[in-house]
């Protein structure tokens, strides 16, 4: 019996190395080609989570806007919560007509401070005040773009004219869907086409939580490069994103 058990012990198969070898090299080929695969899939996934995100900050900013000209079809209603006669910026994130940027976050379900799940960034455009860009009224409070930051470790959406983007939609020729324009003999910034219609944008400040000014947290530059802070080091392209 004990001659049998030591025969049956010898009969045990076993890999080689060389097989071995074999199996690992096609586990890290196999490896090799999936990675990609996920990480484009998480990737994706990630994406789709802030856009849904961003589009619910898009409507509540639409909302605000609405109820606040539904007050009144004269532009000089409550200033328009803080008009301004260039079409640049307006802060509804802090000082006399931080209630309305509040608004929005309250439809958002959001608060002030990241406790309170406030966005990184969020600014929302709709047409200039500014007489030389005649624009409609329905024009002045159509939002026609949306700068949009989940946290500090997310990327920038943008939506500009119906469309959402990740790469930074502003810049100097007709390239860029937000280029400078003269329209009226006067010279605007920020403008996009919306059915063959030149609109001049003005930009409303709802969050920045980036610790930059209200100037600085678009496009200020570090080292000749986009501080990783401003919009455009979140956009596609910039620090990771």
């Not at 190395?17 to 199996?23: C, D, G, Q, S």
């Not at 002045?140 to 470790?153: F, H, L």
């Not at 930009?203 to 490069?225: A, C, E, M, Y």
Request: proline content about 3%; overall charge positive; glycine content about 8%.
């Amino acid at each position: 019996m004990k001659q049998i058990r030591k025969i049956k012990r010898r009969g045990i198969s076993a890999f080689t190395l060389t097989e071995l070898i074999v199996v690992l090299v096609i586990l890290a080929v196999l490896a090799a080609m999936l990675t990609p695969a996920l990480t484009g899939y998480i990737k994706r996934a990630r994406r789709a989570k802030y856009i849904d995100a961003a589009d619910e900050a898009r409507v509540a900013c639409q909302a605000v806007v609405q109820e606040l000209y539904g007050l009144s079809s004269d532009d000089t209603t409550n200033n328009v919560a803080g008009q301004t006669s260039d079409g640049n910026n307006v802060c509804w994130n802090k000082g006399e007509y931080q209630s309305w940027g509040d608004k929005v976050l309250t439809l958002m379900n959001r608060g002030r401070g990241a406790a309170n799940n406030e966005p990184y960034i969020l600014v929302f455009g709709v047409g200039t005040h500014k007489a030389a860009g005649g624009m409609s009224l329905t024009q002045k409070y159509t939002v026609y773009y949306i700068a949009y930051v989940e946290d500090e470790n997310s990327p920038a959406l943008f939506y500009v004219n119906g469309e959402w983007m990740y790469k930074y939609p502003r810049g100097d020729t007709d390239k860029f869907p937000i280029t400078k324009r003269t329209i009226g003999g006067t010279d605007f910034r920020n403008t996009i086409i919306k059915d063959d219609a030149e609109i001049p944008l003005q930009f409303f400040i709802v969050s920045n939580r980036t610790g930059l000014s209200d100037t600085d947290f678009w496009r200020k530059q570090t080292n000749k490069k986009p501080d990783p802070r401003t919009l455009e080091g979140h956009s596609e392209g910039n620090n990771g994103y």
